[in-house]
DNA sequence: ACCCAGGAAATTC
DNA sequence: GAATTTCATGGG
């Protein structure tokens, strides 16, 4: 188990649950129990503390810490973001504790390709089989996310028990791409941006806005803005004389804030 | 029976 | 080329 002393700008569910990331579960007690990087934890806040339970000092250097985005200031970045727009003051304010997680790649690839025109409940069923089938186990109910390389050496039709539909022929080919070193995604990490996402869309499947969440969540540009059916709707009807570049360097926290409060407060769109 | 869901490919105009 | 339809599955 570790401690993180009065950790600032942080929020387990907001930051857990608010769509970024399918793999964590609210346990009865508050804490998120989940897996990244092929290992199984539990995170919490105790009053100012960040707890996580299941790891070492060893795998929070080498893990968490990267993979909760802590050494960045997000109070400093709100701030500069506040700025912006009203509204973005007041989404950023509803939920001041969403970070961007550092997530695998090829799962945060994988995981937006199976998001498309599907709904997070399932999303989360979807991935969840995959991992049960083909992910390496690591405790009694904890499954790693499957590499590319164990996906790619499946045909579409193995897929049929994971339920993924017309999905499953593009999470091969994704798959395929990734592992045969077509598509090398830590290249892609470093490429101006609209190189990074002509890359992503050579695979069947990936589009503008499953190539910016990859980006985004996966190889964490934080100037990617993905505008999805949400988003859309926020941008018309709340932010009507903006672009996505007018949110800047850190358009993505921006683009989170938005996209969490537009989700909890569906009223706002008739 | 219908509609929608963190879209994108395939088809049609 | 831009607009529309289809794609597989499940829940409301």
Not at 33 to 58: C, M, P, S
Not at 187 to 196: G, L, Q, S, T
Not at 226 to 248: C, H, I, N, Q, Y
Request: charged content about 25%.
């Amino acid at each position: 188990m570790i401690t993180i002393k009065d950790i600032k700008d942080f929020n387990a569910a907001q930051t857990l649950d608010c769509g970024q990331a399918f793999r964590w579960k609210e346990l009865s007690d508050g804490s998120f129990k989940g897996v990244a990087f092929g290992k199984a934890v539990t995170i919490r806040i105790q009053d100012t503390d960040l707890i996580i339970d299941g790891t070492d000092e060893n795998d929070f250097q080498a893990i968490w810490r990267k993979y909760l985005d802590l050494d960045c200031d997000y109070g400093a970045i709100r701030k500069s973001l506040e700025g912006i727009h009203p509204i973005l003051r007041e989404a950023a304010a509803f939920a001041p504790g969403i970070r961007i997680l550092n997530q695998e790649p090829w799962e945060a690839l994988c995981s937006f390709i199976i998001s498309q025109n599907n709904n997070i409940p399932r999303i989360k069923g979807i991935i969840e089989r995959l991992c049960q089938s083909y992910g390496e186990q690591i405790d009694e109910e904890s499954f790693a996310f499957p590499t590319a390389a164990r996906l790619a050496a499946l045909e579409p039709d193995a897929l049929a028990p994971i339920r993924a539909g017309f999905r499953a022929r593009y999470i091969i080919d994704g798959a395929r791409k990734v592992a045969g070193g077509e598509i090398d995604l830590e290249a892609v990490r470093k490429m101006e941006i609209n190189d990074a996402r002509r890359e992503l869309m050579k695979i069947t499947g990936v589009g503008i806005k499953v190539a910016d969440c990859t980006l985004l969540y996966g190889l964490h540009r934080l100037d990617c803005f993905p505008l999805d059916v949400w988003m859309k709707r926020a941008m018309s009807v709340l932010f009507p004389e903006m672009t996505p570049e007018d949110f800047g360097e850190y358009g993505g926290i921006a683009q989170q804030y938005i996209f969490h409060y537009s989700r909890m407060h569906p009223e706002l769109f008739p």
